[in-house]
């Protein structure tokens, strides 16, 4: 059984850094992709970022525009924690912050439909 729990998140001022983590164990096999999603109220769920390897390759990454360049996902040498680095937040950044990991190689894989493990969320909210 694979379990994927968030820590981190909460409230900064427009400018700010926030660090999130996502630990994922019961992991057997040797490709996975992580991703993060976030879901701000009254909008869908969307991706924010993913990390994907195989065996012992480092990870690709993948983010998407609204984000790239303030954020970074990177993941330990073991693979089993997953960070996620925000700088320069927005007040349009605030959302709940949720992990997914998926049982594939998948770089660039966006589809929150194709992740099958997911964490509770993270709330991150950023003050104007």
């Known amino acids: 059984q694979v379990q994927v729990v968030e820590s981190g998140g909460g409230l900064v001022q427009a400018g700010g850094s926030l660090r999130l983590s996502c630990a994922a164990s019961?992991?057997?096999?040797?490709?996975?992709?992580m991703g993060w999603f976030r879901q701000a109220p009254g909008k869908e769920r969307e991706f924010v970022a993913s990390?994907?390897?195989?065996?012992?390759?480092?990870?690709?990454?993948d983010y998407s525009d609204s984000v790239k360049g303030r954020f970074t996902i990177s993941a330990d040498n073991a693979k089993t924690t997953v960070v996620l680095q925000m700088n320069s937040l927005k007040p349009e950044d605030t959302a709940v912050y949720y992990c997914?990991?998926?049982?594939?190689?998948?770089?660039?894989?966006?589809?929150?439909?194709?992740?099958?493990?997911w964490g509770h969320g993270t709330q991150v909210t950023v003050s104007s």
């Open positions: 997914a990991a998926a049982r594939i190689w998948a770089p660039g894989l966006r589809s929150a439909g194709a992740f099958m493990y």
């Open positions: 990390v994907s390897w195989s065996g012992g390759s480092d990870g690709t990454t």
């Open positions: 019961g992991r057997t096999l040797r490709s996975w992709t």
